[in-house]
């Protein structure tokens, strides 16, 4: 079978309109991998964690999973015990039409939090939606978990492991409450590389803190956030060891893959015209780098004057003096893409100039923080703050 | 002399414009004590400290000053040597024209970062300004320290020490990036008592904390903030002394003109249209319950919501479970005024009611999140997150 969006061997995909979003779109949506995969997954930090979360948590437990439910327009979160048991009848109902067990089955819900979700309405459909499963439907399901998202998030890598053809699939959605430590994001990374649970674990864990957990849109984490990531070995390639060359070439794969979607949920901030991309560099440390970045990335004051097409210096420096970080105040040289605009802590040539000006036009800018204290360099991915900000979160109830 | 406003005896104040405000408007003014006062003073926590800082906080280190000097238009932040050059000249001239040593002038400045400070201009109408000092004058000053505010903000207090009238006045200014930690705001209290310099260090910066230091408006902390507190002893009243019936009075009344004023703060966020005060009760410690008020009033989210005059009890649950304190995540009852919204962790009753939808279209509004942990309670105030949030600060060059 041949798809217009090749996927990771075995993996099939569904989705249909459970009629849980007012708009009447797809809104359930289910992965199903031909065999057992080993899973792993990170869950939100939020000390207030929405149902689903606590079930999958559980199923994934055992390094293994085989399918995975997700509805949108409802959040099953803040609905105590009786959205724990409707969290566990979804998986249950998809477990007993794919003829697994309950327990090898990932739910995952987001939407409106404080509502009981209508699990009659997931029941009525998913008999219908874990037939349909095709191997070219990972689109449909990429738009079935959007909320206020503008567009799907998919991405994908394909590596040569041996002889033999190694994909990673990513699905992604996202795009208010975004922050560090899993933000209202949902991700499902799928490979049909064979890799142990527990190797898979690791990785995963590694690449999330370096990907998604640097996008941040508002400084708000959600309660629904989870990533996982599957591995069939349905590739037939042979398994992903530690320490191999094979390994290198699969974290990095497993990289790109993350961070292309990392992109696109910093794209897709809610109201967002812009992509910004704040690197600090020569930093003490890491840490300090990635807390430099981050102060920037998340001062309402900065993302606004990015809104408003003005390199603002001032606001720039009140940021960044703001981060938990060894800085030395007269030193820092700051770039704007390849613009110098701040030398040793002054403004430095004409902010106001063309260059600088038609940089600020972009879609997507990159603001270099040089702290000229050490080595040490991160990322973190942001957007403006726009009217339409304001408007998604004055109008909508999440 | 009798003044519309009465302000604490022997303090003089007067206003002038030197041109440094695009506008026109006012943007130089001074504080004259007639004899010399007790200080203390609390500045900014941020890295990047503006020029006048530094002056000023050698300026108070002996416990002493007679004179400020503070200009809008322009933080003097962020231009180096030359910067700190123009502080010192700054309270050089004010003290040559008012017959003081340079070390009794604190020094402030607010308004754009990254620009040279035009002193000439300053300098040209400073002898003026000397001259035209007047009890009476504390409006026209407190008008005159104004950037975005959108109004001036004055606050008082007469007590009776004795059988002396004390006054406790205060000026503040700030809307935009106000945060923990002296956030862009400056503040001057003075007052006729005599207390010593060491005990006026103790009660300001224990009464910041309780209540400037809990104003929160967009998370960002400001280069420039300041807050100095005068006692010139003008009153005639008994010195205040630690463990006095008289410092219990004295700390109260001060006290309460910080809290007005931080209420005022909070009113005049950039773009509010509602004043937020969110207090936790029921936490473990004051500090579990200031971080979740916190967490709570910093939430770009919640505070989108409440412009939008939506309940929104899924917001307010993920923004608590975001704060660094101890919860039990089933068990938080909250209260929009004294309307229960959630009760053990689930929507109770109508949150789109008649009730809690009057309560929202008010211009004050508190919420309260009990924790069901312990005893503690804190109480951070903040604003709500309008369109014009973004129209000011995407159009307005700070």
Do not use: W
Not at 111 to 117: D, F, K, N, P, S
Not at 149 to 175: C, H, N, W, Y
């Amino acid at each position: 079978m041949s798809c217009s969006y090749k996927s990771a061997k075995g993996f099939l995909f569904s989705a249909t309109k459970a009629g849980l979003k007012k708009s009447g779109n797809l809104d359930l949506a289910l992965i199903f991998s031909k065999s057992k995969a080993s899973a792993a997954a990170v869950f939100t930090k939020n000390a207030v964690k929405a149902a689903p979360i606590y079930i999958s948590m559980e199923n994934v437990k055992n390094g293994h999973c085989q399918a995975v439910i997700v509805n949108s327009g409802n959040a099953n979160a803040a609905t105590g015990e009786p959205g724990l048991e409707d969290a566990q009848k979804m998986a249950f109902y998809a477990a007993q039409c794919l003829n697994l067990d309950a327990s090898d089955v990932v739910v995952a819900s987001t939407g409106v939090i404080g509502e009981r979700l209508n699990i009659q309405k997931i029941k009525d459909v998913l008999p219908n939606l874990c037939h349909s499963v095709e191997e070219c439907k990972i689109d449909e399901f990429s738009r079935a978990i959007m909320t206020t998202d503008t567009f799907p998030k998919l991405a994908q890598r394909t590596i040569m492991l041996g002889e033999k053809e190694v994909i990673i699939s990513g699905v992604a959605k996202g795009s208010g409450m975004i922050m560090p430590n899993m933000a209202t994001m949902l991700g499902f990374i799928m490979t049909d590389a064979e890799v142990d649970h527990r190797y898979l674990n690791v990785i995963l864990k590694e690449r999330v803190s370096a990907t998604f957990n640097r996008v941040t849109v508002d400084g708000d984490t959600s309660t629904n956030d989870m990533v996982l990531l599957m591995a069939n070995g349905e590739s037939g390639a042979k398994k992903v060891l530690p320490d191999t060359h094979e390994a290198e070439l699969f974290c990095n794969a497993l990289h790109e893959v993350m961070y292309d979607l990392s992109v696109m949920l910093a794209k897709d901030g809610e109201g967002a015209t812009k992509l910004i991309k704040v690197i600090t560099k020569g930093a003490k440390s890491e840490s300090d780098a990635e807390n430099v970045s981050r102060a920037v990335a998340n001062s309402p004051l900065v993302k606004t004057a990015f809104f408003g097409e003005d390199a603002n210096v001032g606001r720039l420096m009140m940021a960044l003096g703001n981060a938990d970080a060894k800085i030395y105040p007269n030193e820092i040289d700051i770039y704007i893409n390849d613009i110098l605009i701040v030398k040793s802590s002054l403004v430095a040539g004409d902010v106001r100039g063309e260059n600088v000006t038609n940089a600020l036009k972009g879609k997507e800018i990159s603001v270099t923080v040089d702290l000229n204290v050490g080595q040490a360099m991160a990322e973190i991915l942001t957007c403006d703050f726009s009217y339409d900000y304001v408007k998604i979160n004055s109008e909508y109830t999440t």
